[in-house]
């Protein structure tokens, strides 16, 4: 499922000149790569989790990207197949796509700041041969299926089941359930369809060295739902102005105002 975000638009000013005309109000989806900075956040259990972050973050060094962890940060990534501490010299960043073996005390919210990826092109990932942590790298969920997934050696790509035959990969995922330390097998091409949710890191074993690569997700065409509180609807606005209200979309990646002049109820040309 679609992990929902809710922007407030706390006392946006906008400067307009004085006219004695209404004023439409619009808000803009943009779905694509957004430069701007924006910060999520995401609660994780008690116990092993298997974490990733589903964007570009700012600072994506491990300590300030899990900086609400309580000290001592126990965090472990997987390199060349192996398993390495946060403190070893091969641990060196938090990145989108992968995914990460975190002890957690406490349940504890994480926050990161950072850019969104790119949904307008494929994601790789870079696979070794070994046990491997990946994840999405977006804020929607991935389906374990060719449909989706296909995987290269670097000279021949092919879907999800082909790289199976080829014993490239087992083809199976295993999410971790932190409540009781059990391993869950997703299977892939099930029905019904397996996902890679955001914010999950999910264990995967290849044989060989290569890169799994993600299609984008498909597009958003759904407006984002926008209420303005104040001032209402039909409101002439003539000075500098407070627009409180709300906008809500699962894929929302920016927001701007837009402004129309009108007269009688219909746009001025």
Same mark, same amino acid.
């Given at each position: ?53 589903? +964007? ?7 300590? %300030?990207?899990?900086?609400?962890? *309580? $000290?001592?940060?126990? #965090? !472990? ?98 999410? +971790? ?7 869950? %097998?997703?299977?892939?091409?099930? *029905? $019904?369809?397996?996902? #890679? !949710? ?72």
């Amino acid at each position: 499922m679609k992990s929902k975000e809710n922007k407030e638009i706390n006392t946006l000013r906008t400067m307009i000149k004085a006219f004695s005309i209404a004023l439409i109000i619009m808000i803009v989806s943009t779905v694509g790569y957004a430069q701007q900075l924006k910060t999520i956040s995401h609660t994780y259990a008690q116990g092993w989790n298997l974490v990733a972050i589903p +964007l570009q973050a700012q600072d994506n060094s491990p300590y %300030a990207v899990f900086d609400e962890v *309580t $000290p001592p940060l126990w #965090l !472990y990534d997987y390199q060349n197949g192996f398993e390495v501490g946060v403190d070893e010299p091969a641990f060196t960043s938090i990145d989108p796509g992968r995914g990460y073996n975190l002890l957690l005390a406490d349940s504890t919210t994480i926050s990161v700041t950072g850019a969104t990826v790119a949904i307008n092109t494929p994601f790789h990932i870079t696979l070794a041969k070994g046990w491997n942590i990946i994840s999405t790298p977006w804020r929607t969920e991935v389906d374990w299926a060719d449909s989706r997934i296909s995987i290269t050696d670097g000279t021949t790509t092919i879907p999800l089941s082909t790289a199976i035959s080829n014993q490239w990969t087992e083809g199976v995922l295993y999410s +971790l359930d932190p409540a009781t330390e059990v391993y869950t %097998a997703l299977q892939p091409n099930d *029905t $019904p369809v397996n996902y #890679l !949710y955001p914010w999950q890191g999910y264990l995967l074993f290849s044989t060989i060295e290569g890169e799994l690569i993600m299609a984008e997700p498909p597009p958003d065409n759904t407006a984002p739902v926008v209420i303005i509180h104040s001032p209402i609807d039909g409101t002439r606005i003539s000075l500098i102005t407070d627009i409180i209200g709300t906008v809500e979309d699962e894929n929302l990646v920016e927001w701007r105002l837009e402004y129309e002049p009108v007269e009688l109820g219909q746009p001025v040309t």
